[in-house]
Structures are given as C-alpha cells and as structure tokens.
C-alpha cells in the first residue's frame, strides 16, 4: 500500500503548487457568489458566469449554486446565464474581491419573449469532461411514460449509450455494463434498489428532484464505487420566498408536495409523497384471496435547508420508500431504500469551497411466509454509513483544484432465515458482513490554453473486508475447501487500488471540439441477480477473499458541435472501448433465491464493451428533444462458459435508437412523442430437444447465442394546461399519455413448450407485457 | 422452502401480479423463431428402484427443436450395472428398441451402484445410491390452493431424518395420468423435522377439466415419494428449474446437471418408490 500513497501525495502537492501560481503572479482579485432561481431560491447548478470583456473567462455554478472567478482587478461586465432562464448582468468596477449572487428570472413559459439562453453549450464544447449528459425535470416532466407516472431513470434510458434492462424494469445498463454497475446517489446518498413494484416504477418521484447528471464514462475523480456510470440525482431545495403546494392525481398514484420558507431567503423545506392505490381496487373484489391482498408503494422525500451565515450553509436530505406485496395471510414481501443525508457547505475563502457530507442509506427486505406449519421470516438488508469531505480549490479562472476523501462503513446481512417453533422450516445463521470502503482523490481542472481543456485526476481507493465473520474458500468446482471465523475488529483482507482519470479537450472553433479521455473505475459491493428483472430480493455481495474487485479501463473519444442559428442544436458523437475485469457470473443452474451460500456459485471472467453513440439535442424554443442512436457490442469471456470463448452479455443490443420530441403549441397545450427501436436483447433458446423424465425436454447449446425479436415503441402525450386566472394562486394541467400507441407487442419473454393441439410438436410463446396503455394524471399546484 | 419461495416470489408474484392487476393488457402469441440446430446427442435414463424389479435404462437421441417429436432410440448399446457387494451385470435390449433391462441385481437401501453405458465408441458411467434409510411417506392429503378457493393441491407429510443430505422426488398422478412438474426437495432448510409439503404444478389455470395440473373432487390422486442420492437430486433440481422458469426472462438456461461423466444428458437414478393413492374428497 506504501508504493501508491508515495506518488498520490507527491502529485498532490505538485498539483497545488500549480494551482498556487497564477494567484501569485499579478494583484487579482476573487468575485463569488451564489446562482440562484429569483422566484424560489433554488440553486442553478450549472449556471454559467462569465466576464464579458475577457473571453473564455467564465466558470460554471457548482452543485450547490456556488461560483468563483479569479480575475486581475479591472472594470467587467459579469453575466450570468442558464438555460430556460433570462440572463442577467451586472456592471462592476472591482479593486478587490468581492461578493456577487445573482437571481435569474425564469423565462420557460413566456416563450419568445425574453432572451432565454440555451444549455452552456459553450460550456459544453471546451470542457474536457465527456460522456455526460443532463436532464433538467422541467424539460423532461413532459415526455409520455407508462401510465403517466413521471420516471427519471425510465427517461434516462432514452438517451444513447444508456438501455433499459427490459420492459418495466427499472434497471439499465451504461455502455454495455451490468445492471449493478450504475452508482445511482439520491443527493450524495446511494439507493440500492431503485425499483418500485418489481421495476415498473423507479424510487424516485419526479416531484422531489431537481435535476440529473449521468456520467457514462471518464466520471470525474470525485465519484467512484461502480464501473459503468454515476446517476447523479439532486432534490430540489425548496422555496425560499413563498409556500407552494402542487399535487397529482393518476392512474396508479397520487402525489402531494409542499414547499416553502423557513426563514425567507434564508431557509426552505420540501416535503413530497406518493402512494400508489391500485390495493384499493383490490378491496373491491369478491374473492377473498385478492380482498386480503395488498399491492403498493410510496415514498417521501424531505428536505430542508438554511443559511447559517454567509459563509455556512445546511442541507439535511431524507428518502423512505415502501413496497408491499401481500397475498391474503399466506405470504408478505416488503422492501424500500431509506437515506438520509446532512451537509454542511462552507466557505474556508471566496476561493475555497467546502462541503461535509454524513451519508446514511439502508436498503432491507422481509418475507413472511405462513403455509402447512411453514412459517418463517426472511430478512436482508444492506446499509451503509458514509462520511464524505470535499474540496473545490479556484486559484484562478483557468484553474479548480478538486480533492477530498470519503469513509463508507457497510454493513450487508444476506437473506436468512427465522422460523417459528414447530414450523417444518429450520432458522438459518446470520451471516452478516462488514467492509470500510476508503477512497481519497484529486482532481484538477486546467484551461491550459483558451482553447485547450484538461482535467486530470486520481482516485485512491480501498476496501476492507471487515471481521466479525466466517469466509471459505472454495475449490474450482465450488466446494468449500476451509472455513475460517475472524473476530470482530480484524482486518480480514485490504485492497488498494489506483484509479487514474485523464480528459482532454481542444475546440477546433467557436462551433466544435474534439475530446478524448481514460478512466479507471473499481467496484467494490456486487449485485448478484441472475435475472433481467430486478427482483427485490436480489443480493448485493462484497469484495471477499474470493470476489475480487471489479475493474473497468475506458478509453473514447468525441466531436462536439453546436449547429443553426444560435446554436439551437448540438451534436454529439462519442466512441468508447472499455475493457472490464474481474466479472462475475454464475455456474450453470445456480439458484440465488434461497442459496446462503452464493460464493461457491460464482464465476470470474472478463469483458469488453465498445460502441459509437450519436446524439443531437435542441433544447430551447418551441420544439425541444433529441434524438440518439447507440451502435455497440459488449461481451463476456468466463472459462466455464461456452468452453472459454466471447459470448454476449445479456444487455448486448447492437442498435438503439430513440427519438424524443416536444412541442409547445401554444400556452395551453404542448405534445410530445417518443419513439424506441432497438434490437433484442442477447438470449439462450434451445438447440434441440430430446425426452426425459415423461416430458419433452428443451436442450441448450451457447449461453446467449440467440436474441430476442427486435423492440419498437411508440408513446404519445399531450398536456393541457388551464389558463391561469389573474390574482389567483392556483394552477392546474392534464396530462395524457399513450404507452405503445402503436400496439406492438413487445416480446418480454419466449418460452418453449409443448403445442397443447398436437402433442407430437413444440412451439415458442411470446409474452408481451403491454399493448396500448391510456392514461391521464390531473395535476395542480398553489 | 426453496421451491415455496421460488414459485410465490417469481411465478406468482412478480410478472403476474402486477401484470395482471394494473394493466391486463398482457399477451401471448406463437412464434416462429429461427433456431439454431445440433446434433443429435445421447440420452440417459436409468432408474434402478427397491421393488424388486430389475434396472430400467432408456437410449435414445435428442433432435432438433422444430422437428416432431420423435427421438430416435439407440440400439446395441453395452450396458453394465455394478453393486458395491461384487455384483457385476450385463443389460439386455428388451423387445423395444432403446429399452435395456437388467436380469438379477435389484435396488437395496444403502446399496450403491455403477451404471456404464457404451455405444458409438464413447462410454457414460453414473454412480447413484439408493439411500438408507427409506423415510416413511406418511400422509397424503389435499388442500384447497390459498391463492384460490377452486385450486385443490396436493399435501405430502414425511418427517425428516436428523443430518443433511436427505432428499427426495415427488410425482403426482391424476386419474392415472402422470403431472410434468417434478418435485424436488431436500432438507437444507428442513433437516430433522415433520413437513409438510404442498405440491404446487406449474399450470392450473386453463378451464379444460382434464387439465392434469388441476385436482377435482372425486379424482383418483397417486403421489409417489422417491428417496434419492443429491446427485439425483442435484439432476432434477435443474431439470425442475429449466422447466419452470421459461415463463420469465430470468435465468439463463442451461441442461440439467447430470450425474453422467463423458457428456450425456439424463440421469441414473437408484431410488425407493413409496406410493400413496386417495380418492380426492
């Protein structure tokens, strides 16, 4: 371990003498401050702050509205903008440094009639960051969903490189990685199982968040944790001018969100739930297996905030969610995520921002079961305790210096067993594990020249597996060879990793770029799911004696331009190659559900994924979206499986395409569309059949050497919004939505079975879960 | 228990569930799919049981999946059985092209036995034990499904010997008509104990009454328990899994486990056979 912190502290302190010169150089001086929504107070993370009188000056608000330009004194023009918003600028003579906030007026919905500012698509182009894109909720809140239930993670998936693990699943897959390998963080705090009711709904109400940022590759050094991609999803603050209520009511939930001062302009909350009700329905049944059943979900979101002064600021953030699956008084599943997160930005100098994080998230399930004297419980869960120190060092406007450290202590008791006395079933031991995730990491954004962008970074990660525990060792073919108890408090086993992260980007001129970057990323905690769907009960693992770390190598590279007046559109087009180590997988006929003991089933291999990704995006005037297409491959390479040669990984689909589109017709009504077209995803069908045991039994050849038929959709909506009345408060709009208008039937499975007309013949079912789903949701606000 | 939990958590709650109960828009449809070939490959099937019978083995050869069914015996096989108290035999090719029979070793509680198959130059040989002791069957009952009042399901009632390793093979018969659904248990979660077991088959849902996934009032209901050896139970285990889950995209198939080396598919299975038989009320 001695031989890598040597060289992270040395480029450590070569990074900050870097980063000291400029300020040394020449009297100058620090304009700072906040970017802030004028009607609500919400943060404009992202909102661009530039100097108008010195090109290529300007920086970006940080995730906490933050921004700092280091500028020789002088008179300026300051400019703040962001897009959907007025620009607002401010003249200033400046002989020392100084605090400036801006507040920009909102300007999405009197279109045409103030100057709104497009996405930083400046920005955009001389950044060396890349594979990142950004979803803003007022820009997406009209896209048509399944049954009209808002859904970041489902609109996620529409955008290229990123692919929905399958009809009503909340699981995706980033540049060919696994569904596990997305680090999805709910204001900092991880959620562990994003999925309501088995994955038709994500965790997150649309009516809590702010924004989304998704890294699919070359994440900047201050994430890590996953191989494949950081979803970045950030609550909104709360009003801190005036109380503001807005509800909805669907066809599957109904939602409620409050908002409002605590102290204006100074503190805000925000509380949001959600309940779905199709249990109620249930009541209305005769039969009284289905009365007795239950079938729900809901969740809150809180958050609250408050200036303590003008250089502390608190945030507390807090998520629980809840699923139930009941059938009469024979069998009961519940699951749910709860986080919680508090945060304390400060600000050692106008230079030197800070933000303390103590991060707690708990994701458990329980299963009772009462049947023929078979009762017993089983419960799992995994949680995790988290503190987090950032740093975010500006020495110059050329210059920011990122660095911090983070201790995650996680605590993961996999399913087990407890039975009543007399109950057929026997208890099992509770095999709960613990582990210390460690990283520490720098990260230096440079201007090297105006046109010329780098940002490097290093990330030192480590993880502990932690006693008390007992861990085996297994012989090749799974069986437990020694097992041995460690106490609590003892080291059982440390690795250390380096990730290095390298982006570098040269704008060829005012309308394009040209970027490439490296990352490594080491995943630590593994989900082990042999399925596509994400089922509750799916069991995270850590890094043992036995798993290893999980490692990914990414290299791509992209063209950036901006095209049309104003720069209406953008252009992406971005390649990558990413080469993964240590992947698991399991021996043929492995069962998870019940298995206590799943190391045994594991396998190791490796992996290559690499694709080209296009997207064009409008995101200003009246007809907003993008369009993306994805060409891509990924594969796995295990020596147990099919005799050591590359096959496809089950979220191999070559081609993807999805085109979304909203127009705002007037100020009552907007439309909007998406269409998906993609190949099927990478399948196992048989190769034969032969007849065992009294039936005719399929026979398997290759592990996924088959696809699914290909995948197309179309979903339509529509939004009326009611005029407003002058004087009055209250809003409200109807949503309509189409899932599937064009009534395809999707194949979700195929199963092979016998023909029940002619019994010396097979045939292959499709299953397709939806045709044509109407909705409407009615939602208000005050 | 695995198997409880398997059928509740995947079959019926997960696709089905909120499939049917929020949009009920599912559906299904035949379809022609372009499906890769193989050759034909040997298939096993060997039960030597304690009823005083001699060892039944059945060759035949796979086909490809959109051919009708009919799997092509295999004759002139050389098939040896062997029993650890020195008896060695050799099978005879009954009438029946495919079905070998052998002539004096029987199957003995805690008796084990080698079964070697030879044809086209390659040799298969499986190890099976017929367990000891033989756990009584104890109880054939019925119940009606809790997830239905119209479901009526079978109830088996053994009770465990103490110590792991024990496990066992249910097979229900309707009105004489053999259920597709194996039952395969065994007692990691149960060791020692009295169970009680409801054998759930994989359909039941069709309105046709000769449906033999269905249990009416007046049936004639036989269940056979097998005491099997967990490599027996480790090859209908994955059968069982393959042949339930095709349902959902959830596990990657893959052939059974079988117990014979040099690749065959099937099994050699020495096992007891105790049978119960009721009139269902």
């Known amino acids: ?782 | 228990m695995r198997q409880l939990l398997h059928k509740l958590s995947t079959k019926l709650l997960a696709p089905a569930a909120v499939a049917l109960l929020l949009a009920g828009t599912g559906c299904e449809k035949v379809v022609n799919l372009d499906l890769k070939t193989s050759t034909a490959q040997l298939v096993i099937e060997a039960n030597l049981v304690d009823d005083g019978l001699p060892c039944q083995v059945s060759l035949s050869m796979s086909t490809n999946y959109t051919d009708t069914n009919a799997f092509a015996p295999v004759s002139g096989a050389v098939i040896t059985l062997a029993d650890n108290a020195g008896g060695l035999e050799t099978l005879r090719e009954t009438a029946t092209p495919g079905q070998y029979v052998g002539a004096t070793i029987r199957g003995v509680s805690g008796h084990a036995y080698t079964l070697r198959v030879e044809t086209g130059g390659t040799a298969y040989v499986a190890v099976s034990t017929l367990p000891a002791p033989v756990v009584p069957f104890e109880k054939l009952s019925t119940q009606l499904s809790v997830l239905g009042t119209k479901n009526i399901q079978a109830v088996v009632d053994y009770t465990d010997p103490a110590g792991l390793g024990n496990s066992y093979v249910f097979r229900q018969y309707r009105n004489g008509r053999l259920n597709n659904t194996i039952f395969p248990q065994n007692d990691q979660f149960t060791d020692g104990n009295h169970v009680s077991l409801t054998l759930r088959t994989r359909g039941g849902g069709s309105d046709d009454p000769n449906d033999l996934n269905k249990l009416v009032s007046g049936d004639s209901l036989r269940v056979e328990m097998q005491n099997v050896d967990p490599g027996a139970y480790e090859y209908f285990r994955t059968l069982s899994l393959i042949l339930t889950t095709n349902a959902a995209p959830s596990t990657t198939p893959a052939n059974p486990k079988s117990n014979f080396s040099g690749g065959a598919l099937g099994y050699f299975n020495a096992h007891s056979r105790r049978v119960r038989t009721i009139k269902v009320p």
């Open chain 1, 1 to 782: 371990m001695q031989k890598h912190v040597y060289p992270f502290g040395l480029w450590l302190l070569v990074l900050l003498w870097l980063a000291q010169q400029p300020a040394l150089a020449q009297t100058r001086i620090t304009l700072s401050g906040t970017v802030q929504d004028a009607t609500s107070g919400e943060n404009l993370t992202g909102a661009t702050v530039r100097v108008r009188e010195l090109p290529g000056v300007g920086t970006g608000a940080n995730a906490y509205g933050f921004y700092t330009l280091t500028v020789p004194a002088g008179t300026y023009t300051l400019e703040a903008s962001f897009v959907g918003y007025a620009t607002q600028t401010r003249a200033l003579t400046a002989s020392a440094s100084q605090r400036l906030d801006f507040r920009l007026k909102p300007g999405g919905s009197e279109l045409n009639e103030v100057v709104v500012t497009g996405r930083s698509t400046d920005a955009t182009l001389s950044k060396a960051q890349m594979g990142v894109e950004t979803l803003d909720l007022r820009q997406i809140a009209k896209v048509p969903v399944l049954f009209g239930e808002k859904d970041v993670i489902k609109t996620l998936t529409l955008l290229p490189g990123i692919k929905s693990a399958g009809e009503g699943s909340s699981g995706f897959s980033v540049r060919g990685g696994a569904v596990d390998q997305n680090l999805i963080l709910l204001d900092e705090a991880p959620v562990y199982n994003a999925s309501h009711l088995l994955g038709f709904f994500s965790t997150f109400n649309s009516d809590a968040i702010k924004d989304l940022t998704v890294f699919k590759g070359g994440m900047p050094a201050q994430y890590g944790g996953r191989l494949s991609s950081v979803v970045d999803i950030k609550m909104k603050d709360g009003n801190n001018q005036q109380l503001h209520g807005s509800g909805g009511i669907g066809l599957i939930a109904s939602r409620l969100a409050l908002e409002g001062p605590i102290t204006k302009d100074k503190g805000s909350f925000l509380v949001t739930a959600r309940r779905t009700y199709a249990d109620l329905f249930l009541k209305l049944s005769k039969n009284e297996t289905t009365k007795n059943s239950s079938l729900y979900f809901y969740d809150v979101n809180a958050k609250a905030n408050y200036v303590l002064s003008d250089r502390n600021r608190l945030y507390f953030s807090a998520y629980l969610g809840r699923d139930a699956l009941g059938l009469a008084n024979t069998f009961g599943q519940y699951y749910g995520n709860k986080t919680a997160t508090l945060r304390l930005n400060h600000l050692f100098s106008d230079r030197v921002f800070s933000n303390t994080s103590l991060i707690f998230s708990k994701y458990d399930y329980e299963i009772d079961i009462t049947s023929n004297a078979q009762n017993f419980v089983i419960k799992s869960k995994i949680q995790d305790l988290n503190l987090k120190q950032d740093f975010e060092f500006t020495p110059s406007a050329t210059q920011t210096l990122r660095f911090g450290a983070q201790a995650i202590y996680h605590t993961i008791t996999p399913g087990y067993v407890t039975a009543d006395a007399g109950s057929s079933v026997n208890g099992t031991a509770d095999k709960t594990n613990y582990s210390l995730e460690t990283a520490a990491y720098v990260s230096h954004e440079w201007q090297a020249a105006p046109r010329l962008n780098f940002t490097t970074g290093l990330r030192l990660s480590g993880f502990s597996l932690l006693g008390p525990g007992t861990y085996s060792t297994y012989a090749t073919d799974g069986t437990v060879l020694a097992g041995t108890t460690y106490g609590k408090g003892e080291f059982l086993k440390t690795y250390v990793r380096l990730e290095p992260r390298f982006a570098a980007s040269f704008q060829l001129n005012e309308a394009s770029s040209l970027k490439a970057g490296y990352a490594r990323n080491v995943q630590n905690l593994h989900l082990l799911s042999n399925s596509s769907t994400s089922l509750p009960t799916d069991l995270y693992v850590p890094t043992t004696f036995n798993v290893k770390p999980e490692t990914s190598d990414q290299v791509s590279a992209g063209y950036y331009r901006t095209l049309g007046q104003d720069k209406t559109y953008s252009l992406t087009v971005e390649t990558y190659y990413k080469a993964l180590n240590n992947q698991i997988d399991y021996r043929d006929g492995t069962q998870l559900r019940g298995n206590f003991d799943v190391e045994a089933s594991l396998l190791y291999g490796i992996g290559r994924a690499y694709g080209i990704e296009f997207l064009v995006r409008k995101d200003v005037g009246r007809f907003t979206g993008w369009l993306g297409y994805t060409l891509s491959k990924s594969e796995r390479q295990f020596a147990e499986i099919n005799g050591g040669t590359w096959f496809n990984a089950r979220q191999d689909r070559p081609n993807d395409l999805s085109i979304v589109a909203i127009y705002q017709l007037n100020s009552k009504w907007s439309f909007s569309g998406t269409f998906l077209a993609s190949t099927g995803n990478a399948v196992t069908y048989p190769v034969g059949k032969y007849m065992v045991a009294g039936q005719v039994v399929s026979l398997y050849g290759q592990r996924n050497a088959d696809r699914l038929p290909g995948y197309r959709r179309l979903d339509l909506g529509a939004t009326y919004e009611k005029p407003h009345q002058e004087g009055h408060r209250f809003h409200s709009s109807w949503s309509f939505s189409v899932y599937n208008a064009l009534g395809r039937e999707n194949p979700y499975s195929i199963r092979f079975q016998a023909d029940p007309n002619d019994a010396t013949r097979t045939q292959a079912v499709q299953t397709a879960l939806f045709r044509t789903i109407p909705s409407a949701t009615y939602n208000f606000s005050f």
